[in-house]
């Protein structure tokens, strides 16, 4: 039985993930996304946004991923959730070291771009 807007789609246990942190430690969330931005890595998010809007959009034509793009967004507005979504190959990067994360999205990789914050959040949480 469907339980959420996304279960069909591929990243629907990290997405799960996610915002289960981002609501029990929006605090944590919030550190995380501060600790991330710098001169170069906003440079890098507003490509990865506009390159996930973008694959959202065209994601749109399916039911499941546009009920998960609005699920998400009113959940939690979380860029993550969004890649997650967008990228069905990027799960794996939430379990990366956010350096590795920060270069891959440096080096345009926009999947990692949007989930460096993410990374950063969860590294935490296993400290």
Sequence with gaps: MKQTAWDDLPNAKHIDRV???LKKNPDKWYDAR???RSAVWSAAW???MDATYSAAMDAAWNA???AAYSAAMDAASDAA???L?????????????PEYVQILG???????SLLYPACI??????A
Excluded: P, T, V
Excluded at 121 to 126: D, P, R, S, T, V
């Design 19 to 21: 915002l289960a942190d």
């Design 34 to 36: 501060s600790d991330a």
């Design 46 to 48: 507003n490509a990865a």
């Design 64 to 66: 499941a991923r546009d």
């Design 81 to 83: 959730s969004l890649a």
């Design 85 to 97: 979504i967008a990228y069905d190959d990027c799960a794996y990067l939430l379990d990366e070291k």
């Design 106 to 112: 440096l080096l345009g990789n926009h999947a990692a």
């Design 121 to 126: 959040a969860l590294q935490k949480e296993m």
